[in-house]
């Protein structure tokens, strides 16, 4: 019998994409690009342990997100984060979810229509650009996302010009520091790996917020010019 440890190694392996791929290096931090989680990998995103093992109900509290406030979910999956950031903006506010697969669209469109997310726009991005409107963003989040961007310094580059003042992305990422953490290596971030590559595109680190089993909450903000 299979233990949860490996069970969830293999959940993750399930559905991977471009493994080739794996192997290209950040230029800054010489991190190595994550393949992408395919379609075949969603149910691992909706299953029943995931508050257990990832807290996200503590996540959700610790982004402060209020009524009317206009959020993406980037790289947004089957819509999990979405759907919770949905009803906490509620209708005067607005959710951009986008994901590069269309087939996690499709998915995503289900379950808006099921449960009538009406302030939900999804959005086909792409590995270079989320497609956001500029100026437009109060908080962004990525959960367990950035690290698989292929092309991720011509992604921010684009992603830094759609936040209002002020606005906020936030990652969440596996922490490297930590070898308990039951993810595969290529999986995951340290916050030094984070800080290095993002304040490199004009992002800089306003904190870390450490609520969470398994993740980092890393916090930054587009640098002043």
């Known amino acids: 019998m299979l233990t949860r440890t490996t069970a969830l190694v293999l959940a993750l392996s399930i559905g991977f994409v471009a493994v080739a791929e794996a192997q290209r290096r950040h ?9 992408v989680m395919g379609v075949g990998g969603a149910g691992w995103l909706e299953r029943p342990e995931r508050e257990a093992e990832e807290a996200p ?46 087939g996690m669209l499709e998915l995503l469109n289900r379950r808006i229509q099921a449960e009538g997310l009406g302030n939900v726009t999804p959005v086909l991005g792409t ?6 409107p500029d100026a437009s963003i109060d908080l962004a989040i990525m959960v367990d996302v950035y690290h698989e961007l292929q092309n991720p310094q ?3 580059q684009k992603l830094r010009q759609v936040f209002k003042p002020g606005g906020r992305l936030v990652l969440f990422e596996y922490r490297k520091e930590d070898p308990k953490v039951p993810i595969l290596e290529v999986h995951k971030m340290s916050v030094a790996e984070v800080k ?11 904190k870390v917020i450490e609520v969470l089993p398994w993740q980092h909450m890393i916090v930054l903000k587009v640098a002043a010019k």
């Open 57 to 102: 109900s503590k996540a959700l509290a610790a982004l402060e997100l209020k009524p009317g406030m206009v959020v993406a979910d980037i790289g947004a999956g089957s819509g999990y984060y979405t759907s919770r950031m949905a009803k906490l903006v509620g209708p005067t506010g607005k959710v951009y979810a986008t994901d590069i697969q269309p």
């Open 196 to 206: 290095l590559e993002l304040e490199a595109e004009g992002f800089v680190l306003d």
């Open 127 to 132: 590995m270079e650009d989320p497609k956001l």
């Open 154 to 156: 011509v992604f921010l």
């Open 27 to 35: 230029p800054v931090s010489g991190r190595v690009f994550a393949p």
